[in-house]
């Protein structure tokens, strides 16, 4: 008999308990979430990508976005209109919907609930045995059953930052290239903003820096946690005595290196783990995520070589009509269409991907 096991009651974790109590019986899977309220430092934003992977409820939509600005280091503004609206969800809503989901399948949630030991069969959660033929890593950056079965190799990571501040906004997605990764500043709610930051550790107090920009702003709450960097090379399976291990989401590195985003990554991979499980398959989630993660990890590393001048320089020539509607119309979450795309249109791109493959880091490397 299969009995699963997930640990996280994250995105990955319900997303990957929900695909299997399409096959199995829900009785048979098991969501162990540590946290009584899950809380997650999460903008919540998602692409249109999501439309075929996720049907979300219109309360837990806080807004629609409907373009993005690159503001470059001097103020130059790059503006481009979606032609398919990105949303922002309001994050704990979001896993709210997916735990209720799962209860509703009939999946056993034991909220909260922390799990201490992998043994040869079972695993022990809360002082209690469970037995176990298949155990899902959900558990985020620093996984704890990744550890616990000898899985992790990955130690990267970049730091995000967030507050929530009361400000006017006209629903547009604003970028800041210049402060550590990125910076960005994303409508939440009517009056509300979301501002927060993606750094390198040795890179300081980005965040706060960042903040000086909104001085006089009211904040109403601020949150931080650690996105890893992805790593292609991590291993993502292995057997440990009788039980099959598998990790998904943060826990296996999931994770856009361009943005820090891997919610719609999340839901992606759930499938293929789903798959591999009931039907007894190689855990193939590389063959639908492996070249959009390294392409977005290439991407970093041409993004972290380029200077003020630079992006000043770029969102001046990105500013025409072509290369806007490459922009407006391409998902970013498929870097593998909208790269060469770009490209083809503005030549002048090769630059400065040719310096990141010459040119050395203002910032950091992350090979
Ligand atoms: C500031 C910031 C902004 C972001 N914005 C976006 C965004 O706009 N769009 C996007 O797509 N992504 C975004 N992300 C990334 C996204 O939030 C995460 O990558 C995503 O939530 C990963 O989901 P997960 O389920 O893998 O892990 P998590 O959400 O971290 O969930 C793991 C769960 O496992 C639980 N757990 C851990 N150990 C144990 C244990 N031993 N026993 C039981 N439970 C355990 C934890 O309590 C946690 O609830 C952002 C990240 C940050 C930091």
Redesign the pocket.
Known sequence: MMNVSI????????STALKLAEWVDPKNIIL????PH?????????TYAKDNLIKIPDDVIVSKITKFKIISPSNKILEVNFKRPDV?CE?EKL?EHLTNKCSEKGIIVLQP????EVRASSIL?NNQEIPTTHLVG????????AKLTGLNTNKKY?V???AIIKKEHDDAIEVYPNYGCFAWA?PHGDGFMEV?T?SYPEQGAVFDKFMKRFDGCKIMDK??????VHNPFVKTYKKHGNIKVYL?????G???AT????????FIASQCLADSIVFNKNYSWRKKLGLDLALHLITRKFLDRLNEQDWDDLVTFLNNANSKKILETESRDNLKYLLPKLVLKNPRVLKYLFRGVVGSSHTHRIF
């Open positions: 640990i996280g009651g994250g995105v990955a974790g319900t162990v979430e540590k946290k899950f809380k997650k430092a999460c903008s919540g934003i998602l922002v994050r896993n609930a922390t799990l201490q959660v959900a558990d985020g950056f620093q996984s704890t059953v970049f995000g930052a967030k994303v927060g993606m949150s931080g946690a650690l996105i890893p998904a989401g943060d826990a296996a999931m994770v856009k943005t820090g985003g891997s919610i719609i990554q999340s």
